[in-house]
């Protein structure tokens, strides 16, 4: 359904547990190097990640070789530097939810350069971040709800939803 891309992750188990989301949503999961871990098997299990064989993961060199890769695409950029939330942001499906690393988020002159594709997550100011974990999750799940879940619908992987 959606693109998830994490512009130089540095801790593997926040990319296990985004990993995880994408395996349960089918979400692509980007990953733009450098990383800040190894993606060897053992490094992958001992990150948490069991069914890493269920996401599909496409490694890249670096920004510019992603954005070369995907020209046009409509990306979300996610940053706490932005002034429209990810409520009002519009999610179809395709779409490219790109985060950037723990410590320092994307770089200012990337955010710049698109500024109509920034999105925050509120949170109070004293706050500095979210979890990239659990930032990825919240955009993700929002995306799904703005598209009513079909992909997952669609593709019989939504459990069935008990709302009585």
Known sequence: MFHVVL????????????ARTCAATGCVLHLVRPLGFDLSEKALRRAGLDYWHLVDVR?????????????GARMHLFTTKAQKTYAQAKYRAGDFLVFGRETRGLDEEFLVAHPDDCVRIPMREEARSLNLSNSV?????????????????QTGELHRLHWK
């Open 7 to 18: 512009v130089q992750p540095e801790i593997p188990q926040n990319t296990g547990n985004i």
């Open 59 to 71: 490694v890249h060199d670096s920004l510019e070789a992603f954005l070369a890769q995907y020209p």
């Open 137 to 153: 999750a919240i955009a993700v799940y929002e995306g799904l709800r703005q598209n009513d879940f079909a992909a997952l619908l």
